[in-house]
């Protein structure tokens, strides 16, 4: 093979030569979800509890700021340094409670994210064991391994942090609006029209950034299957003077997957600075 073969290869020496790269289409994203959902499911108690801490956390955070405003203007204002004392001690112990249940929040959901893996991982290394062998000709193990390793991480970093940062930003917003609605309506008004902008670009960028992600996460298993295939495969790349050739080609592979992995970190990265930044906007108006 010659060593200024600048393509891609397709085909890999070494054992299981005959595999192939392959770019699967990543599962539908709402179907994925409602089967990790089922083996949540398992664990309904630890859920509620979750549910629970969650909500807790959340109202006192709420509370907290509310309590702001009446300390600064009856208390401050009015410089009543007794009365500021006492709900400065209202306001403590509600920030206390609150980081007591975001920290039991925080710790049932690592607990449950972690069970779930375990019991992905089992059924699939159960599944694995039943496949014909075919599939392993037409699979790179170390594609196979990156299901192991790779994704079971990114599953459960939504778990840990994804998914429950989804939910406390929905109950806040939800219980911010209604703290604005209850303290002045038509301040609240003008403040929603700037929601639509703000979901309209945080829509742009999740689907620039998934799928990217996509594409970096398929560049990741060609990479990994590449690594195994040169690894269990070396005693042929000796014998066929396949060096210079294998780094070449995993030069190639890893420029792809730094691309792909920088564009993908960029575009996930540009989701807080921007909402940061309308909210500024709306703040200003």
Do not use: C
Not at 187 to 196: E, F, G, K, V, Y
Not at 240 to 251: K, M, P, V
């Amino acid at each position: 093979m010659s060593t200024s073969n600048k393509s891609i290869p397709v085909s890999l020496p070494g054992p299981g030569s005959s595999r192939r790269i392959k770019n699967e289409k990543p599962q539908q994203g709402f179907k994925a979800l409602w089967r990790l959902m089922r083996y949540l499911s398992s664990q309904r108690l630890m859920l509620l509890l979750i549910l629970i801490s969650l909500l807790l956390g959340t109202a006192g955070t709420l509370a907290g700021n509310y309590l702001l405003r009446p300390a600064i203007n009856n208390y401050v204002l009015k410089k009543d340094i007794v009365g500021l004392g006492h709900i400065a001690l209202v306001m403590i112990g509600i920030y206390i409670a609150t980081g007591i249940f975001n920290m039991l929040q925080y710790r049932l959901t690592i607990k449950v994210a972690q069970k779930t893996i375990s019991n992905l991982r089992n059924d699939l290394f159960d599944r694995m064991q039943y496949l014909p062998l075919q599939f392993y000709d037409t699979h790179q193990h170390g594609d196979l391994m990156s299901r192991f390793t790779n994704d079971m991480d990114t599953v459960s970093d939504a778990l840990n942090n994804s998914i429950t940062q989804l939910l406390i930003s929905s109950i806040t917003l939800l219980g911010t609006l209604a703290l604005m609605l209850y303290i002045s309506p038509i301040l609240s008004i003008i403040a929603l029209i700037m929601i639509p902008q703000m979901l309209y670009l945080a829509k742009l960028i999740i689907n620039k950034s998934k799928s990217f992600f996509a594409a970096n996460q398929a560049a990741l298993g060609n990479a990994n299957g590449y690594v195994e295939e040169m690894i269990s495969g070396q005693k042929v790349v000796k014998v066929f003077g396949h060096e210079n050739a294998a780094i070449e080609q995993f030069e190639q592979l890893n420029q792809v997957l730094r691309e792909k992995a920088t564009k993908a970190q960029f575009y996930s990265g540009m989701m807080m600075p921007l909402m940061a930044n309308m909210s500024t906007i709306l703040i200003t108006r």
